[in-house]
Every structure is written in C-alpha cells, then in structure tokens.
C-alpha cells in the first residue's frame, strides 16, 4: 500500500498494490473512515472525504474530491470520477462508470455495469455547468447493464430494469424499463414472481 496525504480510519484494512491520497498534487487530505476495507489495485485519489464502512472490491479507481458517506460500496473495476456526492448505505457493484458532479442519494443500488453519463454535447466547452444535472434518489434501484442519460433524475424508490436507457426523469415509486424507459408500472402493483413476498420491496420500511 502506497499512502500520500492520507488519513485512514480505525480497524481498517488496507490489502495489498493499493493507492490512497496520490493526485493532484495540491489536493486536500483524502480521509476514510473507521473499519473501511480497501482491496487490492484500488486507487484513490487526493480530497475524498469518505466515512466509515466504506468498500472497495479489486481494482477500483475513485478520483478527487469527492463526498462520500457511511457503509458505501464501490464494486471491482468500477470507476467514480471527481466531485461526485454520495449518501449513506449506497452499493455500487463492479464494472460501473459514474462521471463527475452526480449525486446520489442515501439506500441507492446500482447493478453492475451501469454507465451514467452527464453531458449533451461532449466536448462542450461549459461542460462543468451543463454536466451538475444527474440525481439518483433516495431508495432508487438501478438494474445491470443500464445507461443513464444526462439531465436525468431518477425518483425516490424507483426501480429501473436491467438493459434500459434512461433519457427523461423517472417519477418517485415507480418501475421502469425499455429503451428508451418507460413507466410500466407503480410500486405496489408488482409482484414477486417466484413467491417469496407478496409485493416486491416490502421488506423495506
């Protein structure tokens, strides 16, 4: 483990080829909290301040700046560009691409291979104002393998399908799906399919 201008909590386990702190070089201290286990090949850059329970899976890349908090997730090979901020209790699995200026509200899910992007008209030349524009909810579940769009905000609770291409809001309590997605359908008029609940989700207060 190679450490530079870094603090790192209590009872945390750092594995081994892991980076913290490094870039830019005029970079606050990246901080990450107490019992947070970082594996091997991630990558963190400078200015993270990053609470407790925090996990990478192998090989993960998180650049500068951003707020992240407790008992967050980032799965292997997953990459969270700069700037980005991020609740409580958020699981990002692995092979994810979250860009720059994204929030991301407390309990969200994001199956693995999900891309969102964050500007219309790349390169732009304001593309920092145009790119502050994507919001995840509190509760949102996003399927594997799902595009999100620019200028998208996905509502509280929501559930997005696996495949889908998300280019318009999404209202709260809703699933979602298709491409481009499309509301099929409220909440509390799904089912469990295989049996086990009588409406998905209900184990969830």
């Known amino acids: 483990m190679s450490k530079h201008n870094a603090i790192i909590g209590k009872e945390s386990t750092v594995q081994d080829f892991v980076e913290i702190g490094l870039y830019p070089d005029n970079a606050e201290?990246?901080?990450i909290g107490d019992k947070s286990v970082i594996r091997?090949?991630?990558?963190?850059?400078?200015?993270?301040?990053i609470g407790n329970r925090f996990q990478t899976g192998h090989g993960a890349l998180v650049r500068e700046n951003n707020v992240i908090g407790n008992n967050v997730s980032i799965g292997s090979h997953s990459v969270v560009e700069r700037e980005n901020n991020i609740g409580n209790n958020v699981r990002i699995h692995s092979?994810?691409?979250?860009?720059?200026?994204?929030?991301?509200?407390d309990n969200v899910w994001i199956g693995p291979s999900t891309t969102i992007l964050n500007v219309l008209h790349p390169p732009c030349p304001r593309f920092e104002d145009c790119a502050k524009s994507v919001r995840l909810c509190k509760g949102s579940k996003i399927g594997g393998n799902v595009t999100i769009g620019p200028r998208v905000t996905i509502g509280e609770n929501s559930l997005i399908g696996m495949g889908s291409v998300v280019t318009k809001?999404?209202?709260?309590?809703?699933?979602?799906?298709?491409?481009?997605?499309?509301v099929i359908c409220r909440l509390d008029e799904m089912t469990?399919?295989?049996g086990y609940f009588e409406v998905p989700y209900e184990w969830i207060e």
């Open 29 to 31: 201290k990246t901080s």
């Open 40 to 49: 091997s090949h991630s990558v963190i850059y400078g200015g993270n301040k």
């Open 95 to 105: 092979n994810c691409f979250v860009p720059e200026f994204v929030i991301i509200e």
């Open 169 to 182: 809001d999404i209202p709260a309590n809703v699933l979602a799906y298709g491409n481009p997605a499309k």
């Open 192 to 194: 469990c399919k295989v």
